[in-house]
């Protein structure tokens, strides 16, 4: 039934323009899924239901790609999920090898959001009353979690990584609180009651630090590439070097994108750190390991398609993009929940069946563009620098049309270039930034129904599972220091 | 890199003292049930203070004065003048308005980075700022800065 919704004339334009705007928006720096879906969401207003949310649907699948280009091509993601991709992705640009790096995500991608669509369809009831057990305690203890991995992630220097987050949580506190009303650290400053986006201070660390930094060293990391469409193919060395990797990650982010609050951002670091840890050789990781790009898109394509689990299913939104989704879902008439499955089939397993087709696009469109991205790259330095500078002061700007974000963004683009100097962990202040609200509201909740203080995580089976699991993923760079000082 | 830990690890640690300060100042501890709107940034302060402290010795104890990281000379001046044009750039978008602030910008800044012919220049400056204007103000309709001297 799905497919005769899905693929009338004008919903498979939908899901054209849906994929092609997509990856264009996540391409660009700054506008990333969340603001693409906002601002695409007034245009399907006019539209059918269905074809409004296969639309905007097809968007997020594709926007997860788009950011995929630039984070491997000029190391800023375009939008959060890409961050990771960065690490190893833009290390295989520099080697020459950007073809395959951007290859082997289409096909992790297309993988992982096919899957990610069968078992939407298959697991979805069990899942989401698995997921609506879920109190506060489980999803600080979730999130925890997600934080602590980032210090795995943070490079050579633990501390560092650790500073780093800690900052981003600080910097999550300022702005209004929900629970109290209390306007934190605002100094009085409207917009800083609204507290620090998330947007504006990524677009500022990864894209201005990046150009700052890029303009001292003269561009020295410069990239190399390969033109021949042959060669943006990744060899069979490389695809049977990630298929494992692949597969984790789709598995890995189905689940992780299922949980309410934890999108494709955290599934995506999740499938870096288990890559990573999983390895023969670790030090590979981060100078351009091919593994350390599959894994990753895999996770956040499988997560993306997850997140509509919950919206749908149980009107609760797996990240910010599908909130926005589900506020589009209300504007439309329609009542997300157990009851939408049963109501509105039409829409329910239109849109399923359009999430095929948009990945099946999505390989097609991508394949046959990146040659076309490759070679966007070979612009030189001197004229990409001011580019990307314009796209970052455009895209903090369309967030909320305010300056206000565009002088957040410089200031964060200052602050992103000493932490690259020095060693800091951009990625881990910016997923902390976004995860600290979120985190506070579950620790504070989780206190209220607890009668024995912070111990309540360590009372319920499955956040006492996550808490463990975060507290080992802290005690080990510890220990792995301990071990090297006793050396 | 060495005294750079040092620098930032004071800098921290007198962030944190303050951030723990004022939340306790303003903010309530423990509200009604729960815990109120101090709590986690005293923890947060708190945990942010031992993190500086441990850099701070980490950094008195290392012998090695390490890598210099200040930049110098051709790059240093790169750098500034990139930071201050993009500062000015912010600062007169209000005036100058999103699309033709960027065509000035793209002017100044290429033609300083890379010595490009004016009409390349010129060229490059001109589509950008017209993909600008087609995909944010013309097709996603985001309502640009107009500035003073063209609206639209």
């Known amino acids: ?27 660009l720096p700054g506008v990333g899924p969340p603001s693409g879906v906002a601002m695409l969401l007034p245009l399907t207003f006019g539209m ?17 790609y788009g950011g995929t280009i630039t984070a491997v091509l000029i190391n800023t993601p375009g939008e959060s999920a890409s961050v990771v991709t960065c690490l190893d992705g833009y290390q295989m640009a520099v080697q020459g090898r950007a073809g395959p790096a951007l290859g082997i995500a289409a096909i992790g991608s297309f993988i992982a959001g096919t899957i990610g669509v069968v078992l939407l369809m298959l697991v979805s009831p069990l899942l989401a009353r698995w997921a609506l057990s879920f109190g506060p305690p489980e999803t600080f203890a979730l999130m925890l979690l997600g934080l602590t991995t980032v210090t795995l992630l943070a490079g050579d220097d633990p501390l560092k990584g650790y500073i ?64 021949k469409l042959r060669d943006v193919l990744p060899s069979l060395a490389d695809w049977s070097r990630s298929k494992w990797a692949i597969a984790r990650g789709t598995a890995m982010g189905f689940l992780v994108g299922v949980l309410p609050g934890a999108g ?20 590979k990781f981060g100078k351009g390991e091919i593994k350390g790009v599959a894994g990753p898109e895999s996770a956040n394509n499988a997560a993306a398609t997850a997140a509509m689990v919950p919206m749908l299913t149980l009107g609760i939104p797996g990240s910010a993009t599908t909130a926005i989704m589900l506020g589009g879902l209300m504007m439309w008439g329609l009542r997300p929940g157990p009851m939408l499955f049963e109501k509105n089939p039409q829409f329910v397993w239109g849109l399923i069946a359009s999430q095929y087709i948009a990945n099946v696009l999505l390989l097609i469109l991508s394949t046959l563009f990146i ?76 206190l209220i129904i607890s009668d024995a203080g912070i111990f309540i995580l360590f009372m319920r089976p499955i956040s006492a599972t996550l808490t463990v699991l975060a507290l080992v993923a802290i005690a080990v760079p510890v220990f792995r220091a301990m071990k090297t000082r006793a050396r | 890199m060495r005294s750079a830990d040092r620098v930032t690890a004071v800098l921290l640690f007198a962030l944190s003292v303050a951030f723990v300060a004022g939340a306790l100042k303003y903010y309530s501890w423990w509200g009604s049930g729960g815990p109120g709107s101090a709590f986690l940034p005293f923890w947060l302060g708190l945990v942010m203070s031992c993190l500086a402290l441990g850099m701070l010795v980490r950094s008195l104890k290392d012998p090695n004065l390490g890598a210099s990281w200040l930049p110098r000379g051709e790059g240093l001046r790169d750098m500034l003048v990139v ?18 602030g960027t065509a000035i910008y793209l002017l100044i800044l290429v033609r300083y980075l890379g010595r490009h012919p004016w009409w390349m220049t010129v060229a490059i400056a001109l589509a950008a700022a017209g993909f600008n204007w087609l995909v944010f103000v013309h097709w996603l309709r985001v309502p640009m800065p107009e500035g003073i001297i063209w609206t639209f």
């Open chain 2, 83 to 100: 930071l201050g044009v993009t500062i000015a750039f912010v600062a007169f978008l209000n005036v100058t308005g999103m699309v033709i």
């Open chain 1, 1 to 27: 039934m799905g497919f005769g919704v899905a693929l009338t004339p004008f919903n498979i334009m939908m899901a054209i323009a849906g994929v092609m705007i997509g990856i264009l928006i996540g391409a």
């Open chain 1, 264 to 283: 494709p951002t955290v599934a995506a670091f999740m499938a870096y750190t288990v890559e990573k840890r999983l390895a023969k050789e670790p030090e």
């Open chain 1, 164 to 227: 780093s987050m800690v900052f981003g949580l600080m910097l999550a506190m300022v702005g209004f609180d929900i629970i109290s009303g209390d306007a934190r650290f605002g100094f009085g400053i409207p917009e800083m009651m609204d507290g620090i986006d998330f947007l504006p201070v990524a677009i500022g660390l990864f894209g201005l630090g990046e150009v700052l930094y890029g303009a001292e060293q003269k561009g020295a990391t410069q990239v190399k590439t390969s033109l």
């Open chain 1, 371 to 446: 040659p076309l991205f490759v070679r966007a790259v070979r612009i030189p330095y001197s004229i990409l620098m001011p580019l990307i500078v314009v796209f970052c002061v455009t895209g903090a700007y369309s967030l909320k049309n305010n300056v206000w974000d565009v002088g957040m963004m410089l200031v964060f683009g200052v602050v992103g270039y000493f932490m690259k100097k020095l060693g800091y962990s951009p990625a881990a202040l910016v997923l902390a930034l976004v995860l600290g609200p979120l985190a506070e509201r579950a620790l504070r909740q989780a």
């Open chain 1, 48 to 64: 059918d239901p269905t074809s409004g949310i296969i639309m905007l649907a097809a968007l997020y699948a594709g926007t997860m």
